[in-house]
Every structure is written in structure tokens, then in C-alpha cells.
């Protein structure tokens, strides 16, 4: 009788697992990134990424999604010879492909690739400029690519706690791109097919 308990528990674990991935099941979740902050003598600084995302999984274990690109900069000089403050608010949008590996029940790993496009706006208020009030602006647009790797802990069969590490090119044409190691921590909640 034990071992036929323990044999319908696991294959109840087993379900599970497969409904939080299968075709159909709904995916929402916001991670933060991108966290820091420096001050010494001359300079401080603070800033954040917040990463809302949607995506509906097409195949058993292949979620096709996008999420929004909301951060926030501050710099401040303090230095004797220029004093200086650097705003920069940046949002976008991208889509992502994301392919979920075999696991157990409670914990889940997967693969990510994802493009898209943002734009900056950046504010500097400064000793140094001649324009009114000594200050300038500068907004742009700019491309993103880029993979990852993320592990999801499932709390219930409907939540998880997210984990990703990824790498992340961004340009403004193939000429001027830059690289950056991005790790960013969120929740998720998993909706199934048929509820």
C-alpha cells in the first residue's frame, strides 16, 4: 500500500511539473537587474532595471514571450572643478524565445534568447555648458540581443522564484555596439491551459 502511495505522489509531482511548462499555460513575471551604487570623494552613482514579461507557451516547454525595459540612472560628480548630475530613464521592448529543460517538480532550468529595441533619455545639469541653466539633453535609440541562462524554484505549481544570467550586446548600428553581464532576480507565476 506505501509503494503505491508514493507512486501516485510522485506521478501527482510528475503532472505537475509537465502542466507548468505544457502548450497553452500562460507565463507572467518581473525581475530586477542591473542594481548599483558607488560613492566615494568625487563621484556617486545609482541605478536599476525593472523587467515585466508576458508569454504564452507554444509547444510543451517552449515559451515565446516579450518583456518591457524600464531602468533608471543617477550620476553626480562631486568634485572641486566640474560639478555635474546625469539623469538617464531608458524603456523598450523585447521579445524573447525561452525553451525549458526536463526537471523535477520544483525546480526548472532553461535557455533564452531575445532582441529588441530601446531608447534612452538623459538629462545633465552642469557647471560646465553656456545653455540656460547649464543644461542639455541627449535621447537615442538603440538595438539589443542577447542569450541567457535562468533557473525557476517553484514554491507552488504556479509560482516560481526566477534566477537568469545572460549576456547582452546593444548598439546603435553595427559600428558603435556594446557587451554587458546582466544577472537579474524576479517571480513568475505560471497559468495553466484550462483552468
Known amino acids: ?67 518591457l525595459q524600464v531602468g533608471y540612472r543617477r550620476t553626480k560628480s562631486n568634485g572641486n572643478s566640474s560639478n555635474y548630475t546625469n539623469r538617464t530613464i531608458s524603456y523598450g521592448i523585447s521579445p524573447f524565445a525561452r525553451y525549458y529543460f526536463s526537471g523535477a517538480a520544483t ?18 545639469e552642469s557647471d ?22 535562468g533557473y525557476n524554484y517553484f514554491l507552488t505549481p504556479g509560482a516560481a522564484l526566477e534566477v537568469t544570467a545572460g549576456y547582452n550586446r546593444f548598439g546603435f548600428d553595427e559600428r558603435s555596439t556594446n557587451g554587458s553581464f546582466n544577472i537579474q532576480a524576479g517571480v513568475a507565476v505560471f497559468l495553466p491551459s484550462k483552468l
Not at 507548468?20 to 507565463?27: D, I, L, P, R
Not at 525546480?107 to 545633465?124: E, I, P
Not at 543644461?135 to 539589443?144: E, K, Q
Open 1 to 67: 500500500m506505501k509503494k503505491l502511495l508514493l507512486l501516485g505522489i510522485g506521478c501527482a509531482i510528475s503532472a505537475s511539473a509537465m502542466a507548468q511548462t505544457e502548450k497553452g499555460s500562460k507565463f507572467i513575471g518581473v525581475s530586477i537587474g542591473n542594481i548599483g551604487y558607488q560613492k566615494d570623494n568625487y563621484f556617486s552613482s545609482i541605478g536599476a532595471d525593472l523587467n515585466p514579461s508576458a508569454g504564452v507557451f507554444v509547444t510543451d516547454n517552449l515559451l515565446l514571450g516579450s518583456g
Open 107 to 124: 525546480h526548472r532550468f532553461f535557455g533564452q534568447v531575445s532582441g529588441g529595441v530601446a531608447r534612452y533619455n538623459q538629462r545633465r
Open 128 to 149: 560646465d555648458y553656456v545653455s540656460p541653466g547649464g543644461v542639455s539633453r541627449d535621447n537615442s535609440t538603440y538595438f539589443t540581443y542577447g542569450g541567457a541562462l
